[in-house]
């Protein structure tokens, strides 16, 4: 019977500061959570600012290979063997079915070099920078920053302007049809989307596959860019941060909030234990 509650689960995680290390990009300390996971075939979608290059070599493990989510709710990919499918609102690509709730990466370019002329700021996004740049920026090395260039739906950049400017150039893209989100590192620009709306069309998904099944949904989240999906879950983890602090999350009706006393990948680890040593006892 319990196998039957466990299998009710969706587990949606963002990746930096969360599963992995704020510093090390490392998920070592959350991997005794991750093998209870695959050993229990729970799903563990990967909702992320990063993009799709930037992901698929981090999907090391089955239960994380079925389905992800990039670039902040821009796109779902879907494995193509896996028998979930959506109604098509992106071509298929590789070994994916493709799901685009965002704009092209084009199109979020030319909107936000639009606003920041209109707003005579100075904004510095990715495709301003070389590799060695972004390496040295985000700490990664030169093969996860030349990755990390491969956008296909947004632009994360740094508003190199007066703070004060910030939200009247927000809402001068936001009037053109598109959205300014605050990540860990960076500034982040995109279509009309966000990580809950990505959430609930995965839940969509899968309740049409196995309507059946009565789904609880989890998210753990550490930034801002987080907020609509732990919002969006059943449970919301909010993950301390690097510096010891937790983002300001209040509660939504009826939703459990877990706030782990590790910090990143450890408090992910925490988190994730308890709920589903908690799902054991009530199967």
Known sequence: MSMLNHSGLLIFTDLDGTLLDYHTYSKEPAKPALNMLEDLNIPLIIVSSKTRAEIEPLLDMNCMTSIFIVENGSAIFLRQDIGLRAE????????????????????VLEALQLSAYECNVRIRGFSDMSIATVSKITGLDMEGAARAKQREFSEAFLFEDDPAKLASFTHTLEKKGFTCIEGGRFLHAL?????????????????????????????????????????????????RRHDGTYMDYPAQHNQRVIKPHGIGPAGWNEAIMQILNQTFKSG
């Open 88 to 107: 098509q609102t992106g071509s298929d690509l590789d070994k994916y079915h493709r799901v685009v709730l965002g704009e092209q990466y084009n199109n």
């Open 191 to 239: 279509g009309r989307c966000d990580k809950g709306q990505a959430l609930e069309r995965v839940l969509n998904i899968y309740s049409h596959k196995h309507p059946q099944t009565s789904w609880q949904t989890i998210a753990l989240g550490d930034s801002a860019n987080d907020h609509a999906m732990l919002a969006a879950a059943n449970i919301a983890v909010v993950i």
